[in-house]
């Protein structure tokens, strides 16, 4: 059985001395995939091509001009005839042996790689990463399928034979213990629900969308999959999977494709009755609404949802403040803070405030904006016009009830995108910017003076995704990691405060209102979320 590892593409050309030929080869895909921009594509439903009756023209937000693609506006009709599709395949699906599956998502996972450049290209334009964050989510896709693949293997499929022996004592009537004359076999496996509504979000279309994709149908279930299609845009990119996935071999009905709103396509998962589970990527409000909109209609899906934070980290008098200043900075702004996991608030010891607030304005200075094809440019534009404008809503009430540090204007890079600067905000913890996600390169700074006040205005949020600490202290490395209430907690990360989970060595997990269930992806627990227990016993 192959074992499992991380693809790290950029690490290793980094390591080899080869920089150069992973810029050429991106360099390479962009021209490819461009020359092919304004194309028409269809839905997938069975492995046909399906058209709807509207189209929709997705543009790429470094300009908001240059189209990407025609794409189409799925309804519920067609929503259904892939909800269908999926529900008759699922039978013959849900009974190949866990082998053969895992033997197809491995081959999926070497499509990817040979097209991983392509796809991080595509990604770069759809939203607006630079090459390194593409080719990084690129990179997670391919791992979450290897992984995946190894961990059903290891598990084999999750089935658990046991026994218990015939008895020589005879009874004339049953009872809770009895003794039983003959040998009685009992398998328990995990057993797969049928359909998901797989829904994606837009900040990570090709490893998020991949990664609870095949989380369904690796472990026997069949996928009617949407990827974002409205204001925020990424169909390319789903495009791919399903073509990769069905170059792989996954059979026609597993794997649905159907772009379109989420109030029509979305709506359609959520209610009809036939789709077993919905697992979904995005904002509270919306999988909350999922949530309660499914259970008062009787519907009583499985739910895998992700939901958002609002992610602390805490700089103690004790912490190195370079390494902190690097971690946060990266964490806060990567990708214009468009990122569940992004930094979005800081706790700092009241003796070091003013350094780390310059190192981090430093920092921030240093990312150049622009737009994210160049091999230089760190940030990019942000999504859409909404984004845009949470952003400046945002800044104008740190200006009315705080104080602006640093950034908070529009940049002029390109006239049709919405290119913002990284903004630092003071401001006190019962401002209301500290308990509401934005989604925009935004971070909270204040100051504290008792490491305990720290920790309990880190967990007072509704949210509980990602948290960090920067400390040489051991007593409050081990304090911090007793209370925090997150499920992906990182210390002294200088690389990244508190994104960049690896598949396999950290597992991606919320807490309270960021999940519903408490088990993340990339770990050994994600995959028994998409089955259902079953105990059968037979006597002889």
Known sequence: MPGFSNESTYKRFCESGKEAEFDSLFESAIKSITSQFGKKYPMYINGKEVFSSESIAEKTPIDNTTVIGYFQKGTREDARAAIEAAHNAFITWSNISYKERASIFRKAAEIFSKNKFEMAAILSYENGKSRYESIGEVDEAIDFMNYYANEIEINKGYIRKTKMEASKARVNAGFQGAPSSSEEKVMIRMVPYGVFGVIAPFNFPVSISTGMSVGAMITGNTVVFKPSSSDSMTMLTGIKIYQYLKEAGVPDGVFNYVSGPGSVVGEELVENPNVSGIVFTGSREVGVGMITKAYSMGLQKAFIVEMGGKNPAIVSKYADLDQSASGISSAAFGFDGQKCSATSRVYVHESIKEQFISKLIEKAREMKIGDPIKKENYLGPLISKNAFNTYVEAINQAKAN???????????????????????????????????????????????????????????????????????????????????????????????????????????????????????????FYLQQFMREQSISITK
Do not use: C
């Open 402 to 524: 705080g104080r602006v540090l640093y950034g908070g204007n529009k940049i002029n890079v390109n006239p049709s995108g919405y290119y913002v600067e990284p903004a630092i905000i003071e401001a006190k913890h019962s401002n209301e910017l500290v308990q509401r996600e934005l989604f925009v390169p935004i971070l909270i700074v204040e100051s504290y003076k008792e490491f305990g006040d720290a920790i309990k205005m880190a967990n007072d949020t509704k949210y509980g995704l990602t948290a960090a600490l920067y400390s040489k202290k051991k007593k409050e490395i081990e304090e911090f990691s007793n209370r925090i209430e997150a499920g992906t907690v990182y210390v002294n990360r200088q690389t990244s405060a508190t994104t960049g989970a690896i598949v396999g060595l950290h597992t991606f997990v919320g807490w309270k209102g960021s999940s519903i269930n408490g088990k993340g992806s990339g770990s050994k």
